[in-house]
């Protein structure tokens, strides 16, 4: 049997552009290996991972998260508490005031702003606390996105240790306000957790805590760099964005599943969610290379969504063609249970977006700038806004 070739997936190299890095890998080989374990780069390879969670477990973290480091059955019940939070009638439900934060975060902006800071984090924050009942903490939770990225990309754990503490603490506050409050804690998501109930009782602190911070880590980063990508593709691709202004203009019935398909192939040719871990608990093959119980393995879905074998050219827009082998949300019971939310979110800020502006071009004095691990995508996107 070869031997797995070798990488360094954090080397300036490659964190120059990570995206063409794994195009170029994944037409070498299927895996590559580093001193982190071993990455896993075509479509149907992570599609097997990702849908055999009794060999690839997702317990490879030192760290229990709920329900993300959850393998079935124990994931399963702690699953369905979560996917009720995010049904159909609560997002619509959700929408008018998410489209009045979207509404006033454009109407604030300049003719000049950066996608992802100036409009991604901004819409992203007020979405978020406005949706857990926190609002006032905007500050404090943009202050902690940023050191909690730092921290992961540092891969240092006393790092990653502080900044998880400091997110309890953040927590625990809004927990205890509403513990004190009693019967008056106001009617939001975060009182309902502390009455949630798993296996007839009720979450621990540190379950709700974790629950939590999935969501605001889920939340907050993803969307404003999805936002990053989606700009940058509209300013980039003037026919695809003034097709889908018209879309937003309309406001046709099926325009906020126009959308919606839009913004996952976007997505898809430009997957800012990089990777996330398993660990392999019994022999196993993966791209026709063995693998040994205690390897860790990263399902890498921007190399994924990207594989020619699947999509032909990766860069080509085709929303319809492409949509059943998307994997912007994942497969398998860890499929993205936010995608509700996320698709309203950015449907909602896209056409107000399109709808405030005749065109969206790029700064021709700024160059977007490349987002790294662990995130990808991009961390500047500079536009103009012609209103
Ligand atoms: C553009 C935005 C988003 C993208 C691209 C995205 C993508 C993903 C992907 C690929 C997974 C699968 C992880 C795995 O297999 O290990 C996942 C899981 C998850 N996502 Fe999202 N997500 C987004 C937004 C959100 C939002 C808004 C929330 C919640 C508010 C959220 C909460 C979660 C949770 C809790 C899991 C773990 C589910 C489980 O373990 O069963 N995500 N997400």
């Known amino acids: 049997m070869a031997e797995i070739p070798t990488w ?12 063409a890095h794994y195009d170029e890998r994944r037409r070498a080989c299927p895996v590559a290996r580093s001193p982190r374990g071993v990455t896993v780069l075509r479509h149907a390879d992570v599609v097997a991972v990702a849908q055999d969670p009794a060999t690839f477990s997702s317990g490879a973290s030192v760290f229990r998260s709920v329900p993300n480091t959850m393998d079935p059955p124990e994931h399963t019940a702690y699953r369905s508490l979560v996917d009720a939070f995010f049904t159909r009638e609560r997002m619509a439900a959700l929408e008018p005031e998410v489209r009045r934060i979207a509404r006033a975060v454009v109407a604030g902006l300049g003719d000049r702003t950066d996608a992802v800071t100036g409009l991604g984090r901004r819409f992203a924050v007020h ?78 602190d540190a379950e709700i805590v974790s629950v939590l911070r999935n969501w605001t880590a889920g939340d907050l980063g993803s969307i404003a760099a999805s936002l990053g990508v989606v700009v940058h593709f509209l300013a980039s691709s003037p026919e695809v964005q003034h097709e889908l202004r018209q879309v937003a203009l309309g ?45 860790r393995v ?3 879905w921007t190399s994924a969504n990207r594989d020619e074998s699947v999509f032909g050219d990766p860069d080509a827009y085709r929303p319809t063609e492409n949509a059943a082998q998307n994997l912007v949300w994942g497969t398998g019971v860890h499929v ?23 065109q969206v071009v790029p700064d021709p004095d700024r160059r977007p700038v490349r987002e790294t691990y662990p995130v990808g995508g991009w961390a500047h996107v500079p536009v103009v806004l012609r209103r």
Do not use: K
């Not at 360094?8 to 995206?19: C, K, N, T």
């Not at 006393?158 to 106001?186: N, S, Y």
């Open 251 to 295: 406001g046709q019935g099926s325009a906020a599943d126009e959308l919606a398909a839009a913004v996952d192939e976007m997505l898809r040719i430009d997957d800012p969610f990089l990777v996330n871990r398993r660990v392999v608990t019994r022999p196993a093959q993966v791209g026709g290379f063995d693998l040994r119980p205690g390897e």
């Open 8 to 19: 360094a997936p954090l080397s300036e190299e490659v964190l120059a552009d990570q995206r």
């Open 336 to 358: 993205c249970p936010g995608r509700p939310l996320a698709t309203m979110e950015l449907v909602v800020v896209l056409t107000e977006l399109l709808r405030a502006t005749r």
């Open 127 to 204: 979405a978020q606390t406005s949706w857990l009942g926190w609002t006032g903490q905007e500050d404090r939770l943009v202050r902690w996105m940023s050191a909690n990225h730092d921290a992961a990309r540092s891969a240092d754990r006393g790092r990653t240790a502080a900044v998880a503490a400091e997110f309890d603490e953040l927590v625990a506050e809004q927990v205890a306000l509403r513990r004190a409050a009693g019967d008056d804690a106001p009617d939001d998501p975060t009182t309902e957790l502390l009455h949630a109930v798993v296996d007839g009782r009720p979450l621990t």
């Open 298 to 300: 990263y399902l890498n």
